[in-house]
């Protein structure tokens, strides 16, 4: 392969890596609005105390980890683009929760089309999108480190 060819790729994988990391970065930041944005308490009796607590919990605690482990991958960009062994294995695992995302939407309906279909065919897509792109950049990080050990 031609230099000039692999600096295209090069580019086109750089571009992925930092366009799904912010992706990924901004549904984990949205993600800590969303109860009120789609009134998840309206859903719920109010004496289920406990269970309105246990769903703020984890929410939170996963939209931090979304936005934070982006965050970090976007500042270990670097790294993983010299193909940095630990940074590999980071992105990889960040892969693996969106390809499980994607699988979710895609197979077993969590999506119901009420009240607002868009937004759930919208959640699908993307979902479907961001994981695709993910596993591009992880397969040819690997396929690169794996040749440059060789």
């Known amino acids: 392969m031609e230099k000039e060819d692999k600096n295209k790729i090069s580019n086109v ?8 990391l912010t992706v990924s970065m901004l549904v984990g930041f949205w993600h ?7 009134r998840w308490y309206d859903y719920l009796p109010l004496q289920y105390e406990n269970l309105i607590a246990g769903i703020d919990y984890t929410n939170l605690c996963f939209s931090a980890l979304l936005f934070g482990s982006s965050l970090v991958l976007i500042m270990l960009g670097k790294s993983a683009l010299r193909l940095n062994y630990e940074t590999i294995v980071f ?3 960040l892969t693996i929760v969106w390809v499980f995302r ?3 939407a895609t197979f077993i309906r969590p999506w119901p089309l009420d009240p607002i279909p868009a937004a759930a065919i919208g959640q699908l897509i993307a979902s479907v999108s961001l994981a695709l792109m993910m596993v ?3 397969v040819i990080l690997w396929i690169r480190r794996s040749s440059k050990t060789i």
């Open 102 to 104: 994607a699988c979710l």
């Open 32 to 38: 800590f609005f969303v109860p009120d944005l789609f």
């Open 91 to 93: 992105y990889t695992f």
């Open 13 to 20: 994988i750089k571009i992925l890596y930092y366009s799904s």
């Open 136 to 138: 591009i950049v992880t």
